[in-house]
Each structure stands twice: as C-alpha cells, then as structure tokens.
T-cell receptor, first 114, second 114 residues
C-alpha cells in the first residue's frame, strides 16, 4: 500500500506563476520529511528537510510546511522559472538515523511554460 | 562538493545475462544505498550498506546481490537479468542519516533487459 501520496500527479504553469505541491502520508512514525527535485534523466537533489510539528522552511523561491497531526506537507514554488521544470518528490523518514526507512512518493511532474 | 558517480549510465542486457552496476562516492559517507525507480512509482530500496564488506537487504532484494568492497564503492549485481528488472537504478550515500544527514544521489543507471 502506498504510504506517500503526492498531488497533483502533474501540473503545468506559466513562467512567473506560483504553484503548490501537496504530499499526504500515512508513515508511522514520521520522523522527518524531505522534498527533492529530480530533473529529467538526473538524480534527486534535496531541496529541504522538515522535522518538527508545524515546521516551515524556506530555500530561495522554495518554501515548505509540515503538519504532522494531519500528516501533510506542502511545497510552494514562487515566481516559477523554466528551470523549475522537473519532478518533485516527497520522502518521509520513519527514523532519525540512516538505518531508518525512507518512504518515497511517486512525484509531481511540474512543467513550466513560457 | 559531494559526489556520487554511477556507471554505466545506460545499459541494454539480455534476459539471463549478468549485469553489474557500479557506484563510487567521494563523500566519505558510511551509508550507501541502491534504489530502483519505476515509472509512476516511488523509489524502492534494494540493498544498503553501512560499512565496508557488509551489505543488508532492503525492501525488494529478490534477484539482486550487492557488494561493498570499500567505503567508496558499492555495486549492484543481477546474476540472471529478467525483463521485470528493466528500470532506472539509483545509488545514494548518506553520512549521519535522518534529518541531520544529507542524502546524495547519483544520476541513475538506466537498465533495459530484452
């Protein structure tokens, strides 16, 4: 059973617009949550990690929130650029150590058009 | 800069043949992982290792072997490749792990079994 669900599956926005990606999960325990960016044909690159209840992070035009009570996270991308075209992957870690399991979502494919 | 290098980046193999995917990291990380990515699904853990000369089974180890001859190198071996093993394979390395440790991915090895 999929424990990390991402929505939408795909999204098309115009350059300069903002967008919001959603991640819902059922992983227990939920020690931390990471967002990754995967360019086509490339590896995953970490954007941010959220740890605490109601955590909020900001990394340039990327910002993220985590609601552990609702088991829900959002990734906001402000003023999108063509280079933001990629798949964004939500990952939930069930432990605070490398031996914990990481549970990967299938990703949201974002396409930014001129 | 942290780096994980995979080879080959792309390979076509015949059913029943042997395939070896190699991974090399220069991050001085103890933990290394092999994942496979299938279209529409999240990454799934095949094997991992937290010290040289030792490997552990992940969530989908059947049909795969792993080898960690040194801290820097981690290989994934398919003794008898099958059609169902067509996928993109990612190697990753991690230091502390969990929220405190970065997780670095290679750029992937696309395997097609015919």
């Amino acid at each position: 059973k999929t424990q990390v669900e991402q929505s939408p599956q795909s999204l098309v926005v115009r350059q300069g617009e903002n967008c919001v990606l959603q991640c819902n999960y059922s992983v227990t325990p939920d020690n931390h949550l990471r967002w990754f960016k995967q360019d086509t044909g490339k590896g995953l690159v970490s954007l941010t990690v959220l740890v605490h209840e109601n955590d909020k992070t900001s990394n340039g035009r990327y910002s993220a929130t985590l609601d552990k009570d609702a088991k829900h996270s959002t990734l906001h991308i402000t003023a999108t650029l063509l280079d933001d075209t990629a798949t964004y992957i939500c990952v939930v870690g069930d432990r605070g150590s490398a031996l914990g399991r990481l549970h990967f979502g299938a990703g949201t494919q974002l396409i930014v058009i001129p | 800069e942290a780096a994980v290098t995979q080879s080959p980046r792309s390979k076509v193999a015949v059913t029943g043949g042997k395939v070896t995917l190699s991974c090399h990291q220069t991050n001085n990380h103890d933990y290394m992982y092999w994942y496979r990515q299938d279209t529409g699904h999240g990454l799934r853990l095949i094997h991992y290792s937290y010290v040289a000369d030792s490997t552990e089974k992940g969530d989908i180890p059947d049909g795969y072997k792993a080898s960690r001859p040194s801290q820097e190198n981690f290989s994934l071996i398919l003794e008898l490749a099958s059609l169902s093993q067509t996928a993109v394979y990612f190697c990753a390395s991690s230091g502390l792990g969990g929220p405190g440790g970065q997780l670095y991915f290679g750029e992937g090895s696309k395997l097609t079994v015919l």
